[in-house]
């Protein structure tokens, strides 16, 4: 009724509900209990937790990210305070068995070898890897000998499966499908400079250094990774390269 108040007659309003004018305002004299004030407290945070994930978080991750910040209270208590607060998340998918950190990505206007090979470079140069297994699908880029020949130099072995087989992409996948649901659906970018600045900071802003995963127990994956005792540098022999993946993104919405 107070939110209405500028449109309709207090006294209406209360006929039409069925309550009393006089029972109305000793309500609104009544002092909020212990828990509704805890509850304001509360949604405050929790609308300052959304924003901070830029409007992404759903109540599992809003509950992860009170608990770390010593803001202990049930999830469906959590829920029950964005629906009320009229917040709600951005639909996710997993993204791998390990740290899901993105640790090589290149964009460009076109799909030719290059583009991976640029993607690996990095994911080479940030990682240092000896013996590991780079996963793709079966497109040209990853049959191609450039690829093949930077592969073997640089003790990389790559893994695709059988054809219509799409678990070896679908790690790379998952990430393209939160990128997609949680930055591309969601801007438009006016110049390819712009979509490239967008992405970077999606990736190395947000990401890697922030983003909660349920899988790590919601840690992002460079926190998972320094809690693992991993350095930025190093990955043990007989993983993948792939826990974020050897990725290239393209503009325009257009990823693979």
Known sequence: MTAHQAVHRVATMARVLGVSPSGYYAWRKRPLSPRARTDVELTAQIEAAHRESRGTYGAPRI???LAAHGIHVGRKRVAR????????????VVLDAWSRRVIGWAMDTHLRTELVLAALDMALAQRRPTDVIHHSDHGCQYTSF????????????????SVGD????????????????????????????????????????????????SALDYLSPMIYERTSGIDD?????GSTIDPGGAISVFPAGAVQ
């Open 146 to 161: 450039a690829f093949g020949h930077r592969c073997r130099d640089a003790d990389v072995r790559p893994s695709m499966g």
């Open 233 to 237: 540098r190093t990955v043990p022999s």
């Open 81 to 92: 305070l964005m629906r009320g607060a009229g917040l709600q998340g951005v639909s996710r």
């Open 63 to 65: 509950h992860a990210d």
């Open 166 to 213: 799409a678990y070896d992409n679908a790690l790379c996948e998952s990430f393209f499908a939160t990128l997609e649901c949680e930055l591309l659906d969601r801007q438009r970018f006016r110049t390819q400079a712009d979509a490239r600045l967008a992405v970077f900071d999606f990736i190395e802003g947000w990401y890697n250094p922030w983003r909660r995963h």
